[in-house]
Nanobody, 122 residues
Framework: QVQLVESGGGLVQPGGSLRLSCAAS????????MGWYRQAPGKQRELVAV???????NYADSVKDRFTISRDNAKNTVYLQMHSLKPEDTAVYYC????????????????WGQGTQVTVSS
């Protein structure tokens, strides 16, 4: 089993920055791809960014050039650095892990964290 624990969410003003962290524990050798997804009230969960074990990345168009996903395999941690935050970025952000090949399809992810709230408001 794999456990994912997110941290770093909070309240930030528009234009501000936050860094989310996701620490993985358990049988982490089985994880290939890690990702961040988000879900706003009344909306479906959507892709934010994913990263493979080799460092390949994929971003949602809405966050390109503002967000950066990275991972530290030695620390079993994946990060999401968010800049120029907008009110529409407000959502619960979930960390996810996948055993299989690189994918952006959330239905293919095996493991999920409990989520961390990000609120962008003045």
């Amino acid at each position: 089993q794999v456990q994912l624990v997110e941290s770093g969410g909070g309240l930030v003003q528009p234009g501000g920055s936050l860094r989310l962290s996701c620490a993985a524990s358990g049988t982490i050798y089985s994880i290939n791809t890690m990702g961040w997804y988000r879900q706003a009230p009344g909306k479906q969960r959507e892709l934010v960014a994913v990263i493979s074990s080799s460092g390949s990345t994929n971003y949602a168009d809405s966050v390109k050039d503002r967000f950066t996903i990275s991972r530290d395999n030695a620390k079993n941690t994946v990060y999401l650095q968010m800049h120029s935050l907008k009110p529409e970025d407000t959502a619960v952000y979930y960390c996810a892990g996948r055993q299989g090949p690189f994918s952006t399809n959330s239905y293919l992810y095996n493991y999920w964290g409990q989520g961390t709230q990000v609120t962008v408001s003045s």
